[in-house]
């Protein structure tokens, strides 16, 4: 059999889990991790920095470290952060901060001042965690700080050349759940500071160059 048959049955094996249930659920979002991690690498600007909200298990934050020379991963929740501490301590191109994204976005852009191109991804926010069975960090009034993240990437863009912005969960952006702005909040932050936008299963995507 062909390395290239074996790669393949390996990779279905892997996913056949993931695939089975996305098919239970007819295909609608939120869809696999790995297609999801495939969106986040087809979106990957050469040479860039990535900046991570909310680490979780760091299951995307080890995708990164392996298509970017620095990745910073910020985390609310104190368990989660220590436990990416300990899963990372051998990747020195990871950095972790423990906090809220709203509240460490500064400093984290300040550790990649020298970098001119950056992608972000935004997944911060309040949610389930599959392993305890309880809410991570968060409140369901302020569950998420998209509104805040946009704002301080709004103060900084000019101080890079590229900038690509990973928004998660875009299904969830309908005014109706939890502090979810609509879909149109998005759409408009893209028009009024200058970036291309586009959405790629359940991503919403921001491209910006100067
Ligand atoms: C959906 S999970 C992130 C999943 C992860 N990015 C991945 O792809 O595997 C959301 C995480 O955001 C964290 N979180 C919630 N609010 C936060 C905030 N304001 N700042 C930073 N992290 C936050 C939660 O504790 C949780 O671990």
Not at 88 to 98: A, D, G, K, V, W
Request: proline fraction near 2%.
């Amino acid at each position: 059999m062909k390395f290239r048959t074996i790669t393949n049955i390996l990779w279905l094996l892997k996913n056949h889990r993931q695939i089975k249930n996305w098919k239970k659920r007819n295909f609608s979002p939120p869809s696999p991790e790995f297609l999801k991690h495939q969106i986040i690498q087809n979106n990957n600007i050469e040479e860039s920095a990535w900046i991570e909200t909310g680490t979780y298990y760091g299951d995307t934050t080890k995708i990164l470290s392996r298509i970017s020379s620095k990745v910073i991963s910020i985390e609310a929740d104190q368990d989660l952060y220590e436990l990416a501490k300990k899963t990372f301590s051998n990747l020195e191109n990871i950095e972790l901060m423990f906090g809220r994204s709203e509240d460490k976005l500064s400093e984290a852009f300040k550790k990649i001042k020298t970098y001119k191109n950056i992608c972000i991804y935004l997944d911060a926010h309040l949610c389930n965690d599959h392993i305890k069975n309880k809410k991570t960090f968060g409140e369901e009034k302020d569950a998420t700080p998209i509104k805040k993240e946009l704002k301080f990437i709004e103060e900084q863009k000019d101080n890079f050349n590229k900038i690509n912005i990973l928004i998660d969960d875009i299904r969830l952006f309908n005014n109706k759940f939890q502090n979810y702005p609509k879909k149109d909040y998005l759409v408009n932050w893209c028009k009024e500071n200058d970036f291309d936008w586009e959405i790629e299963q359940d991503i919403f995507i921001c491209k910006r160059m100067k």
